[in-house]
């Protein structure tokens, strides 16, 4: 079980997407200890994903690993993991291999693309969310 530095308050922060990063950098300046938690070790800056599908740019051009990103705040620790439970009576935080305890929590697990009902029509305009969403790369 992961502990959080005695006298401060231990915040979790589930995704490192624009609302996770956002709230990590916020928090990075306050006397609190932060733990990000994301299944990518990398930040996707999906507005321009189509342009890494239309080979304008490189899908380097639009991920930053999210330890550069924060590596300036000392009170945020990156953990690279998928979140497997929240126990929110409890308030733990269970991954494959770890289990967080926590005092607050931030979940920022990002958004997905709406068909309107139509499902059927992903496989003729699929979204474009990830690197590897196997649309052209």
């Known amino acids: 079980m992961q502990q959080a530095s005695p006298g401060k308050p231990h915040v979790i922060i589930i ?7 956002q709230a990590a950098k916020k928090l990075g300046r306050k ?13 996707l800056f999906q507005p321009l994903l189509y ?8 899908p380097a051009d639009i991920a930053a690993p999210v330890r550069s990103v924060l590596s300036k705040f000392k009170n945020v620790e990156v ?11 409890a308030k733990k935080v269970k991954t494959a291999d770890l289990e967080f305890d926590y005092d607050y929590l931030i979940l920022a697990t ?4 709406s068909y309107f009902g139509h499902n059927d029509w992903e496989k003729l305009a699929p979204g474009l969310t990830r690197l590897n969403s196997g ?3």
């Open 79 to 89: 953990i690279l993991a998928e979140v497997q439970s929240v126990d929110v009576a």
């Open 15 to 21: 995704g490192a997407g624009f609302g996770g990063l």
């Open 110 to 113: 990002g958004a997905r693309h």
């Open 31 to 43: 006397n609190v200890q932060v733990t990000v938690i994301d299944r990518t070790n990398y930040h």
């Open 51 to 58: 342009q890494v599908a239309t080979a304008a740019l490189s």
């Open 135 to 137: 649309v052209g790369f």
